[in-house]
C-alpha cells in the first residue's frame, strides 16, 4: 500500500502564504497522482488541487485557481502545495491523497494522509 505523511500547516494571517508538503512511501510506482482536499468542521471533504508523478499535468479547483501552485519532486516522492492571498474560508484540515488519476472526487482516492490544520486568522 501506499502511505502518505503531510506536513506544513499552521496558524497564518489573512493574505499570507503557506507550503504544505506530501511525502509518499510504499507502493508509489503504482500511483498516477496525488491530490490534496480540505475539510472544515460541519463540511464535507473539498477538493483542492492534483497533479499527475509522470507529466506534471495539474488541476485546480476555483476556489483556489490563480493563488495555487502544486509541483512534486519525484525523487523525493514528495508533493507540495502553496497556497497565496490566503482566507478565513481557506481554514481547514488539509489531506493529501494518492490514486490512479486527476480526480477531483474523495471516493475516487485510494490512500489518504493524516491532515494537517491550517488556519487563517482574520
Known amino acids: 500500500q501506499v502511505q502518505l505523511v503531510e506536513s506544513g500547516g499552521g496558524l497564518v494571517q489573512a493574505g499570507g502564504s503557506l507550503r504544505l508538503s506530501c511525502v509518499a512511501s510504499?507502493?508509489?510506482?503504482?500511483?498516477?497522482?496525488v491530490g490534496w482536499f480540505r475539510q472544515a468542521p460541519g463540511k464535507e471533504r473539498e477538493f483542492v488541487a492534483a497533479i499527475s508523478w509522470s507529466s506534471g499535468s495539474t488541476s485546480f479547483a476555483d476556489s483556489v485557481k490563480g493563488r495555487c501552485t502544486i509541483s512534486r519532486d519525484n525523487a523525493k516522492d514528495t508533493v507540495y502545495l502553496r497556497l497565496n492571498s490566503l482566507k478565513p474560508e481557506d481554514t481547514a484540515v488539509y489531506y493529501c491523497a494518492a490514486g490512479g488519476g486527476l480526480y477531483t472526487q474523495a471516493y475516487e482516492y485510494d490512500y489518504w494522509g493524516q491532515g494537517t490544520q491550517v488556519t487563517v486568522s482574520s
Open positions: 510504499g507502493r508509489t510506482f503504482s500511483t498516477y497522482a
